[in-house]
């Protein structure tokens, strides 16, 4: 198997498909995971992330995240890394009466679903975290959203497929697929084309960027979002994901506190702005006040992969060539779901139920 992209997708189809037995090449445009996948925040939220509208993303969500304990605890074993998995749970915050209105309808929309959200006064949601703002509209607690450190995943996630026996090669752009039912082959920027059983295009962003796959390259385009990292240091220590309405912010367990993030249509444009960076700061002061005493460490704009309906597409897309890409905010979290089912279909020949809503083909008329 020859896997195009080796972000969290690509690394986890890797990792699943050497533990199945198969033989696993990784080819990755730049350094393995430094990219999209370096520049989220590692939130597995979809009570948190996921709207009303998107309600199979929110299926496969929460199938994702009942897998994601063991899928931490066994890729742990697999590497000898941690992955800082944390089951502390998200606090959804209202700033204001129309934030708060906005908050219950969501709230109602996860009660409906079964989910153990629980509704919370501003003193109460402080008793669970005291570092919020005390004069809130409202807030929920959500237990069942959890988060991992995404940078520590993608490194356990290069070393589990070393230890099992995969290569793993840098800054080797793949330009072009060629396609065949059993011998497909990608074609390499320096020209060398290497053959292969089965192509998995998992390139994220970059996957339109292929050739060969008529009539049309994937659909997805780059939403970019612009981020911080900020020290936590004493007294200050959050301990819980917190979200409000313009921004969110997640500690890690080695201090780096991620806030995030802007959601702007830019193409590839990574600059960080002065004005990204001042309504993030805003929005997140506004719901966490003690952040303005911490020094920033890093800012950046990663690259989410987005389709036309933010949902993925998983699934056949040619002969001999199969796709995990699109991923848009949810990468992190719908990595065990989208690798164990994609290594059931390409290893198996199984068709997992659980993809049907997130086939290709759903884009070509
Ligand atoms: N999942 C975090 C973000 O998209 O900003």
Do not use: C
């Not at 708060?100 to 003193?123: I, T």
């Amino acid at each position: 198997m020859l896997i195009v992209g080796g972000g969290v997708i690509g690394l986890s189809i890797a990792w699943k498909a050497l533990d199945a037995g198969q033989q696993v090449l990784v080819f990755d445009r730049g350094e393995p995971g430094r990219g999209t996948s370096w520049d989220a925040a590692g939130m597995l939220a979809p009570a948190a992330e996921i709207g009303f509208e998107e309600l199979d993303v929110y299926a496969l969500g929460r199938e994702s995240l009942s897998r994601w304990r063991s899928f931490a605890a066994d890729l742990e074993a697999a590497s000898g890394r941690p992955v800082d998995y944390r089951d502390d749970g998200t606090l959804l915050v209202a700033d204001d009466r129309d934030a708060a209105e906005a908050l219950r309808r969501h709230y109602e929309f996860q009660r409906s679903h079964g989910v153990p959200v629980e509704w919370l006064r501003a003193g109460e949601a402080q008793d669970i975290e005291p570092f919020l703002a005390p004069r809130l509209a409202g807030a929920v607690y959500s237990p069942e959203d959890h988060q991992v450190d995404n940078r520590k995943l993608v490194e356990a996630l290069r070393a589990a497929v070393i230890k099992l026996g995969g290569q793993i090669h840098s800054n080797e752009a793949v330009q072009a697929v060629h396609t065949h039912p059993s011998r497909p082959a990608v074609v390499l920027a320096s020209g060398e084309t290497v053959e292969t059983d089965q192509v998995v295009l998992s390139a994220g962003v970059w996957s339109t960027g292929v050739d060969g796959l008529e009539p049309a390259p994937l659909p997805i385009r780059p939403v970019k979002g612009q981020m911080m990292q900020l020290q936590m240091e004493r007294p200050f220590g959050l301990k819980h994901v917190v979200r409000g309405p313009g921004a969110y912010l997640a500690p890690k367990s080695d201090g780096r506190l991620v806030v995030g993030a802007t959601t702007e249509e830019m193409g590839f444009d990574q600059r960080v702005t002065a004005g990204g960076l001042y309504g993030l700061l805003e929005h997140a002061w506004e719901i966490v006040p003690g952040i303005l005493e911490l020094e920033v460490e890093s800012t950046w704009a990663g690259l989410r992969p987005a389709s036309q309906d933010h949902a993925p597409l998983i699934g056949p897309i040619a002969p001999g060539v199969y796709t995990a890409t699109g991923h848009y905010r949810h990468g992190i979290l719908l990595a065990p779901v989208t690798a164990e089912e994609a290594v059931t279909e390409l290893v198996r020949g199984e068709p997992s139920g659980h993809l049907e809503a997130f086939r290709p083909g759903r884009f070509v008329r």
